[in-house]
């Protein structure tokens, strides 16, 4: 005799149901579109749309601020019908062409594995001190650029460095256009960059100290 109960074969797996375009919403939402597309008559359909939209905005509250909310959730629920469902938008309706282009394929910036101590900013630094015309304000640049390469040279662990060191990175990353080392002028003293990188790293270690004493304290 069989004694599995009746509603076990009344179970849906969701294997055995249908592909949900956005799945954040949930099945019930999908059903809930899913008679809005049976209605026939067109008023009728319209207030259900309505209705769609309005329990959308519920389930997402932290996005009221958002510019254009609304245009997103009607984006939305043409999306969850497949772009089937037939009513009144107050926006324009997106067709499924243009939702499914694929984006333009971003541009990484350049990297220096050679030097990657200094990032990639530096050579968009340099890049535009070079464009600048010859002068004290663009000899100021790139000497700023220089102190900048030598506390990041400090920064990856290091104690010291030699300033010639710093000029010669620097005339290779700007194939050549900068040349500080025969100017004779010397560059930030290494001490100095140490004695920040020390204070940062005191106050660091203080701070976390202070978390872990006053972890597990009772608070009034």
Not at 125 to 143: N, T
Not at 177 to 196: C, H, M, P, R, Y
Request: proline share 5%; net charge neutral; glycine share 4%.
């Amino acid at each position: 005799m069989d004694t599995t109960p009746k509603f076990v074969d009344q179970l849906e797996y969701n294997t055995e149901r249908p592909h949900l375009n956005i799945p954040e919403y949930g099945r019930h939402l999908q059903k809930m579109v899913d008679y809005a597309m049976s209605i026939e008559d067109r008023e009728r359909r319209n207030q259900i749309a309505q209705s769609i939209i309005s329990v959308m905005g519920n389930m997402q509250p932290h996005l009221r601020d958002v510019p254009d909310f609304q245009h997103k959730l009607w984006d939305q629920l043409f999306i969850i019908s497949d772009f089937k469902l037939d009513v009144d938008s107050p926006f324009p309706i997106p067709s499924q062409e243009v939702l499914q282009q694929r984006p333009e394929p971003l541009h990484y910036p350049q990297n220096h594995p050679k030097y990657r101590y200094y990032g990639n900013n530096i050579k968009q630094m340099i890049d535009e001190a070079v464009k600048w015309d010859k002068g004290d304000k663009r000899s100021g640049l790139e000497y700023a650029i220089a102190n900048h390469m030598k506390k990041c040279y400090l920064n990856w662990n290091k104690d010291t460095v030699d300033d010639q060191a710093i000029f010669r990175h620097l005339f290779e990353l700007s194939d050549g256009q900068i040349d500080l080392a025969t100017d004779g002028e010397n560059l930030t003293e290494s001490n100095q960059f140490l004695k920040q990188r020390n204070v940062k790293s005191n106050r660091t270690s203080t701070g976390k100290k202070n978390q872990r004493s006053t972890r597990g304290k009772k608070r009034y």
